[in-house]
């Protein structure tokens, strides 16, 4: 299997410190990977950061289609918004599979070449366990993996007894993350910073939530992951991607702020407190001053 590249060492011919990479990864479908994706990329370009996002799901492509609707909706209002840039990385067609590893791991480096100006990479998965996948995770400074909050996302994380109640051990996903750590460090790069977002939480306190969240603040300490609050079931967040526009982006969107746009926004500035992007480092919290609409 082809190494990646060493993720501490800048590419050729870059003379500043190497982009910081956020890499999104889940194994599970429908965990709002490229929604959590795309508002940190907005949030850090309107703290006046470059930022290069790499999808390396091109063949569903949901954050790619993320970031060209923001370029034709801007385009067709006249609007000029912060915009990424972005690089599709597809999977190899290659019948062999040494030849299928080393074409991957080359259009990867391919891609981060040519964001090497950027201050920030960020790094879309494949929602299911593939070469590419992998490669992606080895390359992440930090890891942010969204679940819903359910025993069926559990599972991947790890294996629960029947009752729901102990662990039984780290499942495939914990597993594989737990490889591309080792992997990482073999090439003398920085540790990773995992963490794991509870993702369209219920509104209601229900016993199954309590239970998961138990069960998570255990694996935590088992496995070294940070918890992170993530973002509840609302409308908001389907109805602004056919636009390609985020919660950072109200102003722009033609809709008055509602009650539950407030509460949506105050779930965004927690997660980027809580992986440390909300300090005075990036400015996010001014990010979200100016992008107010009070």
Not at 81 to 104: F, G, I, N, Y
Not at 110 to 118: G, K, P, T, V, Y
Not at 181 to 191: E, F, T, V
Request: aromatic share 4%.
């Amino acid at each position: 299997m082809s190494i990646a590249p060493n993720p501490s060492i800048a590419p050729a011919g870059r003379s500043q410190p190497p982009a910081r990479v956020i890499v999104l990864g889940n194994e599970k479908g429908g965990s709002g990977k490229s929604t959590t994706a795309m508002h940190l990329v907005v949030a850090l370009l309107r703290t006046g950061r470059s930022v290069g996002v790499i999808d390396l799901d091109a063949r569903q492509g949901t954050l790619s289609r993320y970031v060209e609707n923001r370029r034709s909706f801007c385009e067709r209002e006249g609007l000029s918004l912060p915009q990424p840039e972005l690089r599709k990385v597809e999977r190899s067609q290659a019948a062999d599979r040494d030849a299928a590893e080393a074409e991957e791991a080359g259009a990867l480096e391919q891609a981060r070449m040519d964001l090497a100006d950027c201050d920030y990479l960020v790094i879309d998965t494949p929602g299911s366990d593939s070469h590419l996948s992998r490669l992606g995770h080895t390359l992440a400074d930090i890891l942010i993996s969204p679940m819903n909050d359910s025993f069926v996302d559990l599972d991947l994380l790890a294996r629960i007894d029947p009752d729901g109640q102990k662990i039984l051990g780290p499942s495939v996903y914990a597993q594989m993350v737990w490889e591309q750590r080792l992997r990482r460090a073999k090439a003398g790069g920085r540790p990773i910073d995992w963490v794991v977002m509870r993702n369209r939480l219920s509104h209601l306190d229900a016993r199954n939530k309590q239970r998961v969240g138990a069960l998570l603040t255990q694996l935590a300490k088992r496995i070294n992951f940070r918890l992170a609050p993530g973002f509840g079931e609302r409308v908001i967040f389907r109805e602004l991607f056919p636009k390609g526009l985020t919660l950072l982006d109200l102003k722009e969107s033609g809709e008055g702020l509602t009650m539950s746009h407030i509460a949506a926004r105050q779930e965004v500035r927690e997660l980027l407190r809580t992986i440390g992007l909300g300090s005075e480092e990036t400015g996010a919290e001014e990010a979200f001053a100016r992008a107010a609409v009070l």
